[in-house]
């Protein structure tokens, strides 16, 4: 059986780094279109980037074939270029043998892409493409609420 194939769009803000931060994600499946967003009072902007992809992945039933668009290099290069593999390979230890930042989100990410066919696909932000745009609204909007 064919998996069902998902687009998911994601951003993460932050006002003040750290700082109240928000997430959003946008689920497309065929036509139909689900917005998701949170927040947080006191987090990162690079923590807000990851939460958004896992809570678009949290959100799918069942095993999907996934595209993860995000302006974050951060998120993408992490797959793209395989840094989550080396720092899974050193314990968790980056290149400047420090723990790797963020390493509770990036734990339950690699679960989470182990269940699905995921491709990241990398956008630039704040450009042309109103499903970024929209999640960078909605991330903005959420880190507000806990000014």
Known sequence: M?????????????????????WAAILIVGTVE??????EANTTNNRM?????????????RPCKVKVYSDSAYVVNAFLQNWIGKWQKNGWVNSA???????DLWQTL??????????FIKVKGHAN????NRCDE???AQAAKFK
């Open 2 to 22: 064919a998996l069902t194939e998902v687009t998911i769009y994601t951003d993460g803000a932050c006002s003040g780094n750290p700082g109240p931060g928000g």
């Open 138 to 140: 909605l991330a903005v």
């Open 129 to 132: 493409d109103k499903y970024n």
């Open 34 to 39: 689900k917005e998701l967003s949170g927040g």
């Open 110 to 119: 690699l679960k989470l892409t182990s269940t699905h066919e995921v491709e």
């Open 97 to 103: 043998k420090a723990e790797v930042a963020n390493k």
């Open 49 to 61: 980037e990851l939460l958004a992809v896992i809570k678009g992945l949290e959100a799918l039933t």
